[in-house]
């Protein structure tokens, strides 16, 4: 019996975030093999149970980065960042007027300032857009859907509400320069652990907030032992759990350095990568 984690993003889903009949059908196949397998990913629990119930894919799940873990519906784990932490990364992120989103056990919130920053960084020349199709700099810069997320004005709004929890901040960081300085300063706060999925953002979780330890919680759960675990994705997010997984994969659309440290390399996200993955390395 293998436990398999499987990155969303880049990895499961394709460019045009759909999952493809042939990855759908090497899960189930797996499952029905006795195998585990456990979607791991940046995105918040709701919207990954969403998107597999829409698929008709019944999975256990590990949100915002392997910070609340599911078996079955219950949750077996949650990582969550310190208040005195919220509030520090909160205040430098308004003070730089950057756009970001946080993901808590109450739902996603995001400041009311979200359009005004985003409209900012994109009159002052500094963003780094240019290479973008119209389709994928309206995916990054639009508006968040208000019955999705919540609003506030100031950190403390969030940070000060006893029955709130925050297991992640997704920043939307388009001045590549910015990127850079603002991971810089995170990597300096003790307690906390930042990443990224993409081009264009940074995640921040507590230091014990990622992946690695996501699939670790599982495997534990299930009694797996860490050689009988597998892990497929694409990026830096992805990286410790690709590191802690008995067989690593990597989709061949994946970020270089991710490609260069696993133990395999699969077909892309658009060319059913993970399918292929799971027919190769799991499947009998």
Not at 264 to 274: Q, R
């Amino acid at each position: 019996m293998k436990l398999i984690a499987i990155d969303l993003d880049g990895t499961l889903l394709s460019t045009s975030l759909t999952i493809s009949e042939r990855n759908k059908a090497a899960i189930q196949k797996a499952q029905e093999q006795g195998h585990i397998v456990m979607i791991c990913s940046g995105r918040a629990p709701e919207d990954i149970i969403g998107i597999l119930k829409e698929a008709k894919l019944d999975c256990h799940v590990a949100g915002s980065n392997g910070t609340a873990v599911y078996a079955a519906g219950k949750l077996l784990k949650v990582i969550s960042i310190e208040k005195e932490d919220i509030n520090t990364i909160g205040s430098l992120l308004d003070e730089e007027e950057v756009p970001y989103r946080i993901y808590s056990n109450q739902g996603i919130f995001t400041p009311d300032s979200w359009v005004d920053s985003i409209s900012k960084v994109l009159e002052s020349g500094r963003a780094n857009v240019v290479d973008l199709t119209e389709e994928q700099r309206k995916k990054i810069t639009e508006q968040p859907k208000k019955e999705n997320i919540q609003l506030f004005t100031h950190i403390r709004d969030v940070a000060d509400r006893e029955d709130i929890t925050v297991q992640k901040f997704f920043i939307l960081t388009l001045d590549l320069d910015q990127k850079e300085k603002l991971s810089e300063i995170f990597k300096n706060i003790d307690g906390i652990n930042v990443t990224s999925s993409g081009t264009f953002n940074l995640e921040v979780m507590n230091k014990e907030g990622h992946k690695g330890n996501g699939l670790k919680t599982a495997a534990a759960h299930f009694g797996v032992s860490m050689k009988d675990t597998v892990a497929i994705g694409d990026n830096f997010n992805d990286l410790p759990m690709l590191k802690a997984a008995g067989i690593s994969i990597a989709m061949d659309n994946g970020d270089p350095h991710i490609k260069e440290i696993c133990d395999y390399i699969t077909a892309s996200n658009d060319e059913d990568g993970v399918g292929q993955a799971i027919e190769k390395h799991v499947l009998t």
